[in-house]
């Protein structure tokens, strides 16, 4: 026997698996979102899952669907599920979905698409010497509230538009760890969240900071206490979404764009 069929077979990198690992980590924490917020569900159709959290924002009730090859009837069913709720939807693809699906999001209203940027490090590259914890604390469910409103406040939506999306055991759920950030005052300021999986994939969420705060590092303190805290408990590799606007300060702290997702609504 040659093996000729063996060594034909592409093998994936080292940098491929770490990424793979990050968005697996990354999809389960918001399919765990979904399923654990008092106002979300998260269902599965094959390789495609409809998460909802109740919140009144299409990002926020999704198909989601982070394999490489979509399957068109396993979207087709989760979308059916995610119009069945009434609430602002989008769809969210890891690769492009090809133009059979892309005509199936338009068919549906969803005309828009977006790519939002995944950035992922591993854990020897991240740089976090000069960031710093001073007014960041770790918070749990008993806070959901007081979360929300600085939620509210830092990614600058109408009062009311997350709901119940941070309430419940949220907070409190294994694995989870919400942050807040209080000026030198003591008001809170600004918001974290970061999720970490058994096989060590760290996810930051929910960077936010209040207009009035911004420019004083409060995202840094954020985001670095949301990754040494993972490292403490194990994290190989962390991952997050990007705008344009926070882009440069994770890439200061080691982060790289990984990929560029497909998403519509």
């Known amino acids: 026997m040659t093996g000729a069929g063996v060594t034909g077979a592409r093998v994936a990198s080292r940098a491929e698996l770490m990424v793979d690992q990050a968005v697996s980590g990354f999809a389960r924490a918001i399919e765990t979102l979904g399923a654990v917020t008092p106002s979300g569900s998260a269902q599965r159709f094959g390789d495609a899952v409809a998460v909802t959290t109740g919140a009144k924002l299409a990002s926020l009730n999704y198909v989601m669907a982070m394999g490489r090859t979509p399957t ?65 604390e770790a918070v749990g469910a008993d806070r959901w509230e007081e979360y929300t409103r600085v939620l509210t406040q830092g990614f600058e939506t109408p009062e009311g538009v997350f709901g119940t999306l941070m309430g419940g055991p949220v907070l409190d759920v ?26 060590g994939a760290l996810s930051v969420f929910n960077i936010a900071v209040v207009p009035s705060a911004r420019g004083r590092g409060v995202g840094r303190a954020l985001t670095g206490t949301a990754l040494e805290d993972g490292l403490d408990r194990g994290a190989r590799v962390a991952c997050l979404q990007t705008s344009a606007m926070g882009r440069p300060l994770y890439e200061s702290l080691g982060l790289r764009e990984a990929e560029a997702w497909y998403t519509f609504g």
């Open 72 to 136: 068109k009837d396993d979207v087709v069913a989760a979308a059916s599920a995610l119009r069945a709720t009434g609430l602002p939807w989008g769809m969210e693809f890891r690769t492009d979905p090809g133009p059979e699906i892309t005509e199936l999001a338009a068919g549906l209203g969803l005309h828009t698409l977006s790519r939002p940027v995944f950035m992922v490090a591993a854990a020897d590259d991240l740089v976090l010497g000069e960031t710093s914890r001073v007014g960041v």
């Open 174 to 199: 294994p694995g989870f760890t919400g942050y807040l950030a209080f000026s030198d005052e003591g008001t809170a300021v600004g918001t974290g969240m970061a999720t970490i999986t058994e096989d």
